[in-house]
């Protein structure tokens, strides 16, 4: 006997499991060392322990077995398909099981996302830890338990193939964020950037939806170069001008630039690992970043939001030097300046025409905020209310809720929210003290697929909404005067 308690189960009657041919149980993983990871997919932290994860599972593939129990924090993540779409988003290979009840977690004693659980060949519970795990003492951990047990004689190593949940998109896959990209002598005309997440590609389109441009290898990487050898990881947000494409290359936890005429890519700033939260200014290039999920560009400013440390940060474009804007770098929902102020995951940015008010898609408060710069910035809550506040309740901004929105455009004093986890696009209107659903009038397209887990809205010039319908893998466009809808890369 290696440990004190007996690990529960996770074999049993209606759970759901995902990645195996059939349902695992403590018989089935036993003589292997087993890691339960506690997670739930709306949690940047758990995003952040999947590396770690993987890495442990290529350095020990026969000694080792994780296994992800998801355990939904917002009732949209209680749906089985949700969660399928989100291992092919995140490419978890490792087997999952789907526990909406969370039956698991109290019997395991979980108290925060994400928390390993560690079992010994025999079954029993041997340690526990929660938060993010340092990548390298993470294997140096595990190598340590696996030489005791072979010392024991209690291994008995095996490969366990999964069966991977493979959902391959089209020309996009699980796109990000939509923005404007103004005309240059490369596209002389109005064109549109796109997060092409799941492609690890930036994508720039014509005002019609027709490809014009692709940056990035299309593997997973981090390297600089030419529009074709570049790497980006799952980027996810983006801001365009005249000369260049602004990329919140999120699981590089980087920024990156595109130029629009050579299609040349640089590092901005971030170093390609998870940093800590951010304190006082220093150069860009020199700052570790953490999961940047969307940009907007200013006066001469990149305003971004580090989703990683739960702040909002800004680059002047004059020497790039950087610094942290609002947000004290704790998880919460605290209006307020500088770093008296908290956001949880912002993940959705936009400045409003004057320049002077940035619109924050705080997202695990779903929550939006704004932010009133100048010399003393300060952020004020729009609409929501806490970490554990959220629904899909329309009428005055103090009762209205959201659910994980993750992008906002603002035009004509109405702000337009993707509403991720209610698949909506929601009007607030802060004047009119009113949040109401976006209607549409009718089918998005002729299979009547209704939106899923959009993640980017904006508003052209004329007036047309351009929604990123993240889940199925297409750019809608939608006529507010007509209520007709285009869509592209369906």
């Known amino acids: 006997m290696f440990g004190i308690i007996r690990a529960p189960d996770f074999g049993r009657f209606g759970l759901v499991w ?197 940056y990035g290898s299309g593997r997973a990487g981090f390297e600089d170069g030419g529009a074709e050898e570049a790497g980006f990881d799952g980027p996810e947000g983006l801001a365009c001008d005249e000369a260049a494409i602004w990329v919140a290359d999120t699981r590089n936890h980087a920024i990156r630039r595109i130029d629009r005429l050579t299609g040349a890519v640089e590092t901005v700033a971030g170093c390609g690992w998870r940093g800590m939260a951010l304190y006082r200014a220093d150069p860009a290039p020199e700052v570790a970043l953490a999961s940047p999920w969307d940009l907007a560009l200013g006066d001469n400013v990149l305003y971004f939001a580090n989703a990683g440390t739960h702040q909002v940060g800004i680059i002047d474009l004059a020497d790039y030097s950087l610094r942290p804007l609002v947000g004290s770098g704790i998880e919460g929902l605290v209006d307020g300046t500088g770093r008296q102020a908290a956001l949880a995951q912002p993940s959705g940015l936009a400045l409003n025409d004057a320049g002077d008010r940035l619109y924050v898609a705080d997202s695990e408060t779903s929550a939006v905020r704004r932010v009133r710069l100048g010399a003393t910035p300060e952020i004020e809550t729009v609409v929501g209310a806490g970490l554990f506040d959220f629904g899909h309740v329309n009428g005055a901004l103090a009762t209205a809720r959201l659910q994980h929105p993750l992008g906002v455009a603002v035009a004509g004093g109405r702000l337009y929210v993707a509403d991720s986890f209610n698949s909506a696009v929601r009007v607030v209107e802060p004047d009119r003290d009113n949040v109401a659903d976006l209607e549409w009038g009718g089918c998005l397209d002729p299979a009547c697929r209704p939106l899923s887990e959009p993640a980017g809205v904006t508003v052209a010039a004329d007036g047309r909404l351009l929604i990123s319908d993240t889940n199925n893998h297409r750019i809608l466009v939608w006529y507010p005067e007509t209520g007709e809808s285009r869509t592209w890369f369906a």
Request: hydrophobic share 45%; with cysteine; proline share 10%.
């Open 18 to 214: 995902l990645n195996v041919p059939q349902p695992l149980s403590l018989a089935a993983v036993a003589g292997r060392v087993t890691i339960l990871d506690f997670w739930t997919f709306c949690c940047i932290n758990c995003v952040h322990a999947l590396p770690a994860l993987r890495g442990l599972e290529e350095t020990f593939p026969r000694e080792v077995t994780v296994i992800g129990v998801h355990s939904p924090k917002f009732p949209h993540e209680r749906d089985a398909a949700q969660l399928r779409h989100a291992i092919a988003r995140y490419d978890i290979h490792h087997p999952v099981v789907h526990d909406p009840a969370m039956i698991l977690w109290r019997e395991y004693g979980v108290r925060a996302w994400p928390t390993l659980v560690f079992l010994s060949p025999d079954g029993r519970v041997i340690g526990q830890m929660a938060g993010e795990p340092d990548p390298d003492r993470l294997v140096q951990g595990v190598g340590a338990m696996i030489d005791r047990f072979w010392e024991r004689g209690a291994l008995k190593p095996d490969l366990m193939a999964p069966v991977i949940h493979a959902e391959p998109g089209g020309a996009l896959r699980f796109p990000g964020k939509i923005k404007p990209c103004p005309p240059n002598a490369a596209t002389p005309d109005s064109a549109w950037a796109v997060a092409d997440t799941g492609h690890h590609q930036i994508v720039v389109v014509s005002d019609d939806g027709r490809e014009l441009a692709r």
